[in-house]
């Protein structure tokens, strides 16, 4: 049983600290609050520069002001909390003196961490890639979901998500950035007539070019370059085209569709890997 002394104390605390441990709480929310709806005002205002939908820009504007938004949570959440320590009585003084040491102790694991953030700030700053965009990084290639200073997080064709610390990133393909390229190699048996697989595969590319769905997709007339490679079985042919940025898949897999049905029709025979086998009679 507490007494009457200590009963008023608690009170007396709960009036003062308790008050005002409540205030941080709350500022803290309207803060975290404030800044999702500044940098949601502020992205709006850029994307609708451009009356482009998700747009280069529009993807760009996304990435960063996500990245602004997690790095605000995190500065909010420190501050509140060495506010609420101070109201406790804790003396943040030699808390902050005893995180010093830690790091300085901890420097050569930390700078792994500062590594990254370095590293995330100049993939945000040179545009390197962003959400939505198709990447290989690190031998992985999926869409980029998330970006924070520290790692980059992208899920492949399988949908599995892959956390990549961004000062691991070496080298980066974007496979989605201004244009792409579809390309669709064909192999013919040696004893097809090559002129009409030629003329087959450009007969094919100005029926894509007058498909409406397709042609959308294309930013110029599919062109047949010839004779790529005389292989072991095959003579390859290629059809290619400029497309919009990540539709090259799209527009092969229309491409791959329409090659196996006009070939048939043409009675023209693709080429597909085998071996000859020759077996000798004793004494021949």
Known sequence: MMSNFETELMVSWLKDHGLRILVILLASFVSYRLLGIFTRFVSRQIQSVDD??????????????????????????????LMILTELGVEITPVLASVGVVGLALGLGAQTLVQDMISGLFILLENQYGLGETVTINGLTGTVE???????????????IHIIPNGGIRIVCN???DWSRAI???????????????????????????????????????????????????????LMVKTLPGQQWEVQRYWRRQIRIQFEEKGLDLAFPRQDVMVLQPGS
């Open 175 to 177: 496979k989605s950035r």
């Open 184 to 238: 669709v190699d064909v192999g013919i048996t040696y004893d097809e007539d090559v002129d009409l697989s030629l003329q087959a595969l450009r007969d094919i590319g100005e029926l894509s070019a007058n498909e409406e769905l397709i042609a959308a997709m294309l930013l110029e007339l599919p062109t047949v370059t010839g004779i790529e490679g005389l292989d072991d079985w095959a003579v390859r042919l290629r």
């Open 146 to 160: 998330r970006m924070t200073l520290r790692a980059t997080i992208i899920r492949d064709l399988y949908g599995a």
């Open 52 to 81: 482009v939908e998700d747009s280069v820009l529009d993807k760009r504007t996304a990435t960063i002001f996500r990245a602004i938004k997690s790095t605000g949570l995190v500065v909010i959440v420190v501050t509140a909390l």
